[in-house]
């Protein structure tokens, strides 16, 4: 061998060595991209995917809150009497939509709480949001809106149900069951699959944002400390409170008494929602056959009156053809005439009905109104009685919570 070749040898040696020590170096420093534990492939690090940082809130399923439905009623009093609107049944359907689709949704276990509330203003991640658009028995027609803490839009569907006639004597259902009860089911599927789809760090972000916001409520511009405005406007956290903060743990405590609250209001809902199922279940089976009964007169008046109208046409085209010495052809036209016009009167009688059924349709729901008991809660060894409606006993319970904060404020002071 010579010197050469050997050198040859050795030299490439020292390079499949240097390779190898770099290949090695390279694998250790997490390979391709940069951190470590991205990889593609292999075992990764457990749960450092979701484990939160000591001061970020715990999220392990999120907090979802349906308020009444807004019944939609509208001002106009014409407008109530053309659409059959009864206001009283309109609330209480507001009420039971609301309580029947947080219990479906509570069903599913995708959510840590589900809450029927007044209104909108309690504190959580997420917002059901519903509005009726129409109910007669058989026809039953949801707004639904699910939007973040953040004022985010998740999920938006008009949904269209309609009462199947077997429905009313299905032998599954209970005489006395809600005939929209699968309705809400689906409803509750939809929003549930949507949230699912949600990633965990948007899910912390809610939560943060959540806890902020409810910090805001006792102390105006809080968050302005923990966040800031990127280039594109919009607001992001930049840091988050200890949870050890005095101020933060005085907030969370007035916390747990507003959920006590919320939760005792579960209780009001549900007796409302019992006590009005015979009624309900009665006014939706009678008000189907009614529905049913005036939809067909309206579809009948509407055929007589076109006969009645064309009869009419008829007689005054015959009328025109005859002669003055055409007496049979006159005489024809009058007795054609006669015809259209009973057609005509005929359909202004099934009008009359229809508009019966309607009026019928109203006085099945005039008993119907919803009515929740005053409540006494102790809040710093203070018992406050609480009246009127739900919201209204929920407003003075939130301003309650508010003044008992600012009596025990802790004092901005530098030791």
Known sequence: MSKFESTTKIFSACLLICFAFLQGGCATSGGIGGGFGDYSVGPKPVE?????????PSVSKPFMVVPVFDPNIPEDKGRLEKEAIWPELRRTEAVRGAVMLAQKLSDTDAFN?????????????????????????????????VVSIEGERIFQKNYRFTVDEYALEDPRKGKNSDLYEDFFVEIADDITEKVNKIKRRDLIRIAKVEELRYAEFFEPNFASQYTSTNWLGATEITSYPSSEDPMMRRIASLKVKDQ????????????????????????????FIETKAAREARNRAAVMGAVGLLAIAGAVAVGNDAGYTDYGSQIGAVVLAAGGAKAIIDAMGDSKQAKAH????????????????????????????????????????RSALKRAYQQDEIPDVAL
């Open 113 to 145: 709480g589900v809450r029927t509330t007044p209104d909108s203003e309690t504190s959580a991640h997420f917002y059901t949001l519903g509005k009726i658009i129409k109910s007669n028995g058989e026809e039953f027609d949801l707004e639904i809106e």
């Open 260 to 287: 006590m609250f919320i939760d005792n209001l579960q209780t009001d809902y549900q007796d409302f929602t019992d006590s009005s199922n015979d009624a309900y279940a009665s006014w939706q089976r009678a008000a």
């Open 358 to 397: 309607k009026e019928t349709l109203s006085e099945l729901g005039k008993s119907m109104n919803a009515e929740i008991a005053p409540k006494v809660m102790e809040l710093e060894d203070t018992q406050i009685e609480l009246k009127g409606s739900a919201q209204e006993q929920y407003s003075s319970w």
């Open 48 to 56: 450092q995917a979701v484990v939160d940082s000591p001061n970020e």
